[in-house]
């Protein structure tokens, strides 16, 4: 089949842009996990299920990256590879692998830090290193026999006119797509959510930033480059000075939603207002109590010192009291 100038070139590009791409990947890829590896195993022994989760990901990532040596050699070799059907089999398999195992990790620490903020007491029961190693055997042996079809394709996808191994390859990027993509989204959109949620102080601080600070922020750099041009009309003048009034009110207005952060910000502020509240009305009680008599005058009973019962005293005698009986 003849090709084309034009898609030679496209191809040639696409296959520099590949090697160059997948080599910085690999250089940062490498070193990044590599370092947070080092760190996770050198504090185990303050391993909890997050840590777990934490060093899993850390391990597929690692496993990810390291693949992609072989794919730059391939791009650089214009498509051609030199290594063997096994390895080019092998290599995509594990590229597919460690890609939808840390998307299953990512998902597994989601699920962890929702339910330890927005159920902690709950999240005492359910999470635990056990379960957590549990979790991460079932997603290493899931995902591993869930991409073996990956083992009976190559890099590159098959052509059109091979019907059966692109409709085969069309089924699997749709298995993938699901299990692989939009479940864990879904999850982890979730998460977050029941997160924000639980944790409304989030939402007050964006919307601050976002109604109050961000307008001013955008239209003073705006206007500051509004004034540095030379030429400009009557109208855009007005217009700018307008946004200038609208802009610095809303940021003005940031204090209208700073109490409203103090009071969804957690239970501390609740509870300091709670206390107030028991104070005002401990101060009030004695005010209520003290009304009957007038004030600043005392009953008699109340002016008199109150002494001991005989009972009370009995019993309490100085020393010697008891030789005069």
């Known amino acids: 089949v003849s090709v084309s100038p034009g898609v030679s070139i496209c191809v040639s590009i696409c296959y520099q842009v590949y090697s160059t791409v997948y080599s910085i990947i690999t250089v940062f890829g490498l070193a990044g996990n590599g370092f947070a590896l080092l760190v996770l195993v050198k504090t185990f022994r303050q391993r909890s299920a997050f840590h777990i989760y934490m060093l899993n990901l850390a391990v597929s990532d690692l496993l990810c990256v390291s693949t992609l040596p072989l794919r730059v050699l391939y791009y650089v070799n214009k498509g051609h590879w030199n290594l063997g059907d096994f390895l080019c089999r092998l290599s995509s398999y594990a590229l597919y692998v460690n890609l939808y195992c840390s998307v299953f990790f990512m998902t597994a620490m989601s699920v962890?830090?929702?339910?330890?903020?927005?159920?902690?007491?709950?999240?005492?029961?359910?999470?635990?290193?056990?379960?957590?190693?549990l979790v991460c055997v079932c997603i290493w042996v899931f995902i591993c026999t869930v991409s073996s079809p990956f083992l009976m394709t190559v890099l590159e996808p098959p052509e059109r006119r091979t019907g059966g191994g692109l409709k085969k390859l069309?089924?699997?990027?749709?298995?993938?797509?699901?299990?692989?993509?939009?479940?864990?989204?879904?999850?982890?959109?979730?998460c977050y959510v029941g997160i924000i949620r639980a944790i409304r102080m989030i939402v007050i601080v964006m919307l601050a930033f976002l109604l109050c600070f961000m307008p001013y922020h955008i239209?003073?750099?705006?206007?500051?480059?509004?004034?540095?041009?030379?030429?400009?009309?009557?109208?855009?003048?007005v217009y700018m000075q307008k946004s200038v009034v609208v802009t610095l009110c809303l940021a003005a207005s940031n204090s209208c939603f700073d109490p409203l952060l103090y009071f969804f910000?957690?239970?501390?502020f609740r509870r300091r207002l709670s206390s107030f509240r028991s104070t005002i009305r401990t101060q009030r009680q004695p005010q209520r109590q003290g009304a009957q008599?007038?004030?600043?005058?005392?009953?008699?009973?109340?002016?008199?010192?109150?002494?001991?019962?005989?009972a009370e005293t009995k019993g309490t005698a100085t020393p010697g009291e008891g030789n005069k009986l």
Do not use: D
């Open 265 to 268: 910000s957690g239970e501390g």
């Open 219 to 237: 239209q003073r750099s705006v206007h500051l480059s509004f004034l540095s041009q030379t030429a400009t009309s009557c109208s855009e003048l």
């Open 293 to 310: 008599p007038p004030l600043g005058r005392a009953t008699k009973r109340e002016r008199e010192p109150v002494l001991p019962s005989t």
């Open 112 to 133: 962890t830090r929702f339910l330890a903020i927005v159920f902690p007491v709950q999240n005492l029961r359910l999470v635990s290193e056990r379960r957590a190693r």
């Open 170 to 190: 069309i089924m699997l990027n749709y298995l993938s797509l699901a299990v692989g993509f939009v479940l864990p989204f879904l999850v982890i959109l979730l």
